[in-house]
């Protein structure tokens, strides 16, 4: 079992790891966009401003952050009405199921036997070498941050396949259906908790940019 999940975590994260960090640096942004939006124009009060209201395209920043929210959610390639599917839309569809099995699959390769392993997992070395730098800076960072990516991938596929959405909601069958859309975005974003929970996610999605990254790396290094 370990053995097939080390090779479904390598194979899949080998063609989109790029993807992945993609996603996650963009949410990352994305997690403080009302305080950023709220800093730069000090004169608007922007909770009295729906959140797509026109007056919103004379914000300073609000440009910036509508091009990164297009490439968080569709790489760019938006579709041309609201429900339908554009290429965009399906990659980064399958970007985020990708990344799911990947999370699910790291848990089970790295899940510590005793606690002498635990505290291995927990201690990110800084005194033992560069690859073992690199090696605690992918896996005990992930460990720390698994959670939290799971939850934003979990929410995130519901934009992305009906067949997860129908799903989803038949779990949260207790949430009204005129508050879904609102506790689905704040479940997604960390918006449920105020600034504690926005600081997390944002170091959740941050981290996670650099786990392929530090996966890219000791993947070529073990190849040499």
């Known amino acids: 079992m370990r053995k097939f999940c080390q090779n479904l975590h ?9 993807l ?3 996603v996650c640096l963009s949410g990352a942004i994305l997690v403080f966009e009302q305080e950023v939006l709220q800093a730069l124009n000090p004169q608007v009060d922007l909770s009295t401003l729906r959140k797509h209201a026109p007056e919103r395209k ?5 440009a910036f952050f509508q091009t990164t929210l297009r490439v968080h959610r569709w790489l760019l390639d938006a579709p041309q009405q609201k429900g339908q599917r554009s290429l965009g ?4 569809g399958y970007t985020t ?20 392993v635990l ?18 800076s992918h896996v005990s960072l992930g460990f720390y941050v698994t959670i939290g990516l799971l939850v934003m991938c979990l929410t995130g596929l519901v934009w992305s396949f009906p067949w997860w959405r129908e799903w989803f909601w038949n779990i949260f069958d207790f949430i009204p259906a005129e508050e879904r859309k609102r506790f689905l975005y704040t479940l997604h974003t960390g918006a449920w908790g105020g600034i504690t929970t926005k600081v997390l996610y944002f170091l959740f999605a941050l981290i996670g940019a650099t786990l392929p990254l530090t996966g890219y790396y000791l993947w070529w290094k073990r190849r040499k």
């Open 10 to 18: 390598k194979w899949i994260s080998l063609p989109l790891g790029i």
């Open 20 to 22: 992945f960090s993609v």
């Open 58 to 62: 004379e914000l300073r920043g609000y």
């Open 89 to 92: 839309k399906e990659v980064v």
């Open 97 to 116: 199921l990708g990344m799911t099995i990947v999370l699910i699959s790291g848990i089970i390769i790295w899940w510590p036997r005793n606690r002498k």
């Open 119 to 136: 505290r291995n997992r927990l201690a990110l070395s800084t005194k033992k070498g560069a690859r073992r730098f690199w090696y605690d």
